[in-house]
C-alpha cells in the first residue's frame, strides 16, 4: 500500500488507477490537502482510495494530475534514445531488404549492339535553317480590278420602275383605300410595259455566239 502521507477517517474507493501515474496522482492529492491511498495488488489492477469528505474535490485533481502524468510520459518516451541501429551506429537497419540491393556491376538484360555507346551523349544541334530570301514583288500575282457593271440608260430605268413600281402602286392604294380605275390602270400598264421593254432589250443584247441553232457542221 502507498499512501500520500495525509490520514482520514474513512476512505472511498475511486476505482482502479494506471500503476504509472499512482505517484504524480498521490502527490497531487498531497498538495491539494486530501487524504489518499493506493492498494496495489499483482491478480488486480491498483485501487485508489480518498478522503471520503472530499470525494468532489478529488476528482478534478485526480484527473488533471493524470492527463499530466500521461503527458510527462509521452515526452520521456519522445525523448527515450532510438532502438539499436535506428540510431545511425555500426549497425544501421536497412530501409529496405537487402535482397533488393542492385549490385554495382550491373548488367543490362537486353543485348546492346557492338559499337552502341549507353549513356547520356549531347544530341546534335539541329542545322540552322537558310535565310529565307526577300520576297519579290515581280513573283505575286496580282488580280486586275472587277470592271464595273453596266450603266442603264433611261429607257431601262423607266421599264424597272413600271415593273417594280407598278405592284407597290397597287398595294398602297389598296392599303390607304385612295386607288380608283385610273390608278389601277396606270399600275397595270406601268408593269406590262417595263416586263416587255425588259424582256425585248434583253434579246437585242444578246451576243452573236449566243444565236440558236441546230448545232449542224458543215
Not at 45 to 55: R, S, T
Request: net charge negative.
Amino acid at each position: 500500500m502507498r499512501d500520500n502521507g495525509l490520514t482520514a477517517a474513512e476512505y472511498t474507493s475511486l476505482g482502479g488507477i494506471d500503476a504509472q501515474v499512482a505517484e504524480p496522482v498521490l502527490a497531487a492529492l498531497a498538495k491539494a490537502g486530501i487524504a489518499a491511498y493506493c492498494e496495489t495488488s499483482e491478480e488486480v489492477p491498483d485501487e485508489l482510495f480518498v478522503d471520503a469528505g472530499q470525494i468532489d474535490q478529488a476528482r478534478p485533481v485526480i484527473a488533471r494530475s493524470t492527463e499530466d502524468a500521461e503527458w510527462k510520459s509521452l515526452v520521456q518516451q519522445f525523448n527515450a534514445p532510438s532502438a539499436p541501429g535506428h540510431d545511425g551506429g555500426e549497425t544501421p537497419v536497412p530501409r529496405w531488404p537487402a535482397s533488393e540491393d542492385v549490385d554495382e556491376k550491373y548488367e543490362p538484360l537486353i543485348d546492346v549492339p557492338a559499337g552502341l555507346i549507353v549513356g547520356d551523349e549531347p544530341e546534335d544541334e539541329p542545322e540552322p535553317r537558310p535565310k529565307r530570301a526577300a520576297d519579290d514583288p515581280h513573283d505575286h500575282y496580282v488580280p486586275p480590278e472587277p470592271t464595273r457593271g453596266p450603266k442603264l440608260d433611261w429607257i431601262s430605268r423607266l421599264a424597272w420602275l413600271g415593273l417594280l413600281g407598278g405592284p407597290i402602286l397597287l398595294i398602297l392604294a389598296a392599303l390607304f383605300d385612295f386607288g380608283d380605275s385610273r390608278i389601277t390602270a396606270l399600275a397595270v400598264a406601268g408593269f406590262i410595259g417595263g416586263f416587255l421593254t425588259l424582256v425585248i432589250r434583253m434579246k437585242d443584247r444578246l451576243p452573236q455566239d449566243d444565236t440558236p441553232d441546230d448545232g449542224a457542221v458543215v
